[in-house]
Each structure stands twice: as C-alpha cells, then as structure tokens.
C-alpha cells in the first residue's frame, strides 16, 4: 500500500521535526552530558558521597525555584510572544512583560538553577564544581555569541534599548548600584596598572611590576611542589633537584617558544627574535612534560605523581603570573565598550607599544585568565585536602579546565586567528590538552588497579618550613624575577638592536 503525504502538510512535519530536534539537543542530550560527566568523575573522588540533608534540601529548593522560572518563562514566550523556545518557531513579537522583566533569557537562567539542584540533591560534587559552570557557561555563550546577534537583526532598536535595561540573568535589588561600581572599580584597576614599577641603571632597566610578580608566581608554585614531595617522602635532594630543573626548564622553554612565535606569526629572523624581550607560558607546560623524565629517574615513582604536583603547582604560578601580566600590558584582550575593561595608557605597556592603543579600552583579559588559574587550583587542592584520590586524577583536571577556559579566553585576546582564520594557534593547543586529559581520564576510569593516595595526609607544616627547599625555592623565585624584568637599553628590546632602532628613531 503507498502512503501519500500531503503538500500542505509537508512544511508542518518539517517544523514538528525541527522543533524535536532542538528540543533533543538543547533539553536531553546538552544536559545530558555534562551530568554524565560529573558522575563519571564522581566515580573517582566524590566529597558528597557521605549523606547530607542540608545538600538534599538546599537541592529541592533549587529545583523548584528554577524549573518555576523555566516553566513560567515558557508560558510569557507563548502568551505575549506568540512563540516557543525554539529556533524554528520564534516569537513573533519581542516579550518585555512577565518574567522578561527581570531576565533576557529566565530560561537558561532557571534551566542552570535546576541543574545546580539536582546536582545537590545527588550528592554530586564534580556536577556541582564542574558541570554545573560549563552548563551554565555553555547555555549563556549560546545565548550572547548565537541567539542575541540574532534577536537585534530582527527587531532592531527596540532590542538594543531592552538589552541595556535588562539583565542577562537576573534582576536583583541594588543592581544598578552595584553596575556603576564596576567602572569605577576597573578605572582604579587602569590607575594602578599604568604606574609601572620600572628601575634603570644606565643602559639596564628592570620592569619590576612585571618581573617580580612572575617570581612570586614561581616561589608560590615550587612551594606547591614542595608539599607535595614531603607528603609523598620524596627525598630531600631529588626535591633540590627538580625545584632547580624545574624553574630553569621552565625559564629556557618559555624563551624558546616566545622566539617560535615572533619567528613563526611576526616573520622575523632569528636574530631579530633573540634580541626581543618576550616569554610564552606555553613553555613551562613544555618544561613540566621534560622534567618527568628526571623525576622518574631521580625517584624511581610513577610519572603521574610529578605531573599531578606540577601542573597543581603551576595552576598557582599562573594565577600571579597573569596579574604580571596585566602590569606588563602583555597578554591583553581585544577592544570593548563593557564596563570590565582596563585602559592602558603608560607607553611602556606591551598593549601601548604595540598598537598604539593609548585610548582604547580592552578586555582585561589578564584577570580572567588569574581568576580561572585560581580556580582550577581551589579545586585540585580541595581534593588534596579532603580525600583520597586517584594518582593521576589532578592532571587530567587540569589538562581539561585549563584548555576549556583558556580556550574561552583567546575568543577575547588580541590574537590573530592564523588558523583558517577561525581559530588562534593557542586554541589548537588547548584542544589538544582537553584531548589529552579526557583520555587520561579515560585511562585512570579504566584501570583495572588504580591507586589511591592522599597527598596532604602527611602534610606537616613544620617538615615544610624546616628545610632548605623554601630558600631555593626562593632563589629561583628571584631568579625568575631578574630574568623577566631585564631590558636593555629601552622596554621591549634586549641588546644593540633595540639601541640601534631607538637611535633610527631619534635620528
């Protein structure tokens, strides 16, 4: 028997299926996954595992607040907007009334509310610390990046005005109060960061403000790897030996990469690129993977104990590395007219130096980028502290959330997008590293004898503070200081080039 569809119902079962599929998408399998994978993570480590009433109530309050959101934003689409929240049937008119008030998109904001609910309520720690952000992250970059670009082509001016009035999540009492402190807080930002910290000694200059930031980062950072080697009885001389291989691998890898790059994007010479000041934190990864070999030989312990402590480690030093940063001018954001800007306006900032950006306001970048490193560390250094956790499982952690996030944050840096024009070539590495640490993942959820330890089980503050290691620790701290805060002749240039440039210039 032939069936026969009718060609005016054609565009309905077209519509049906499109609406389905969105609805597949964005309320299943998006969902889904990020609550997959916070209790597959739970498998490993899980601090919630214990029974907690206040978490189960905190939960249900939760998920009856943000579904009544949801749902309530679903009935105001449809009322005032003639709409669904799908792509293929919009509103036809733009809603401001009902819940509308209060939030440009109640949907994703009450979708994110259950989902932290549900979480609590399952005793799911890393859907609460992991997922729970990405969902979020995710829902509201659709919402900015997709949705909203949309919204203004279609109805113009009228969603301009409604998206300065209205909030991307909630209204709050005292929102506007707190708004016009946020501009006022990144100007005191611009004011600080535009008084560099700069010695000079005849023809040496050192960019203090810069230099000693990043030394603090290091010191912090091996103090880091330090604890972690007492814990685990690592002996005291392979301790020395890695805090010195470490920092000066991490010195050399980092120089190494800043000459590929200006060699490799800004087409110099080799020689050109020798006598430019200029460090990548791409090398202290580099450095981190080379100095597992050592570690292995001097103690003769699995490679993931090394990289769980120095990647944890390097979390920290990244975290005061970028406030460096954001007094050097290096590392900045691409220009925006968002109240979280920083202005720079000092000539010997790297942003003012190099485009000429003297009245430009950029994404503060840097702080983003100090924020997540911060994070990342919290998180790790949790588990340190309070259970026991699989070897290798702080790694994969800081593989995966470090290449998210620092993917994220290239979309706003002032990179060229020298990969098919999409994407940055630190993209491509971050990429790479989530690859790299969801097969970890995949490989310590697979071992068939995995072990366990707790690396502050041990800890003892006073075997800490009673060696030696904090005075090399020091030194290295300020070693790395020196190094990254030395010019010569002028900012920007080591050497006779940069004499002979600024004598091109004067001349």
Request: hydrophobic share 50%; with cysteine.
């Amino acid at each position: 028997m032939e069936i026969t569809i009718k060609h005016s119902h054609v565009p309905v079962l077209k519509k049906a299926f499109e609406v389905s599929l969105y609805v597949v998408i964005f309320a299943v399998s998006v969902p889904a996954f990020f609550f997959l994978l916070g209790h597959s993570l739970d498998r490993i480590t899980n601090p919630f595992s214990q029974t907690i009433i206040s978490l189960e109530m905190v939960g249900t309050l939760l998920i009856g607040l943000g579904g009544s959101i949801a749902i309530t934003a679903i009935f105001d689409l449809n009322k005032f907007g003639r709409g669904l929240p799908a792509s293929p049937v919009p509103p036809t008119t733009l809603v401001m009334d009902g819940v509308y008030r209060l939030s440009r998109h109640p949907i994703y904001f009450g979708s994110s509310l259950s989902f932290l609910g549900s979480s609590l309520f399952l005793h799911s720690f890393w859907s609460c610390v992991l997922s729970w952000p990405l969902f979020t992250f995710f829902f509201f970059g659709y919402a900015q990046r997709v949705e909203e670009p949309v919204l203004e082509r279609r109805f113009g001016e009228e969603y301009s005005l409604y998206k300065e009035s209205v909030p991307m999540f909630w209204d709050f009492p005292f929102r506007k109060a707190l708004l016009d402190l946020i501009p006022r807080f990144f100007s005191w930002i611009s004011d600080v960061v535009n008084k560099p910290f700069i010695l000079r000694y005849r023809h040496h200059l050192f960019f203090l403000g810069y230099g000693l930031w990043v030394g603090l980062g290091v010191f912090v950072g091996l103090m880091v790897l330090n604890t972690a080697f007492v814990a685990e009885n690592i002996s005291s001389s392979t301790t020395a030996w890695m805090i010195f291989f470490f920092t000066v691998a991490s010195l050399v890898g980092s120089r190494f990469v800043s000459m590929i790059v200006v060699m490799s994007l800004q087409k110099k010479t080799l020689k050109q690129a020798w006598y430019r000041v200029g460090f990548v934190s791409w090398g202290a990864l580099l450095a981190a993977i080379l100095s597992g070999g050592l570690f292995y030989i001097l103690s003769k312990k699995s490679l993931c104990l090394w990289f769980d402590a120095a990647f944890t480690g390097l979390m920290l030093n990244h975290f005061f590395g970028r406030i460096g940063c954001l007094f050097y001018g290096c590392c900045y954001g691409k220009e925006t007219r968002s109240p979280f800007h920083v202005h720079y306006t000092h000539p010997s900032m790297k942003a003012v130096r190099e485009n000429l950006v003297k009245t430009k306001t950029l994404y503060p970048t840097q702080i983003y980028s100090a924020l997540y490193g911060l994070l990342i560390f919290t998180v790790v250094f949790t588990l340190w502290s309070t259970t026991s956790i699989r070897v290798g499982f702080p790694t994969a952690i800081c593989l995966i959330l470090y290449g998210f996030f620092r993917f994220i944050e290239e979309w706003y840096r002032y990179q060229k997008r020298a990969v098919a024009g999409i994407f940055s070539p630190a993209q491509l590495v971050c990429m790479v590293l989530v690859l790299f640490g969801v097969l970890h993942l995949g490989w310590i959820l697979d071992a068939s004898n995995p072990s366990f330890y707790q690396p502050l089980a041990r800890f003892s503050p006073g075997k800490i503070f009673s060696q030696l290691h904090i005075l090399l620790a020091l030194g290295m701290g300020l070693l790395t200081a020196f190094v990254f805060s030395y010019h010569r002749h002028e900012i920007g240039s080591w050497g006779r080039l940069g004499m002979t440039r600024k004598q091109e210039q004067g001349g």
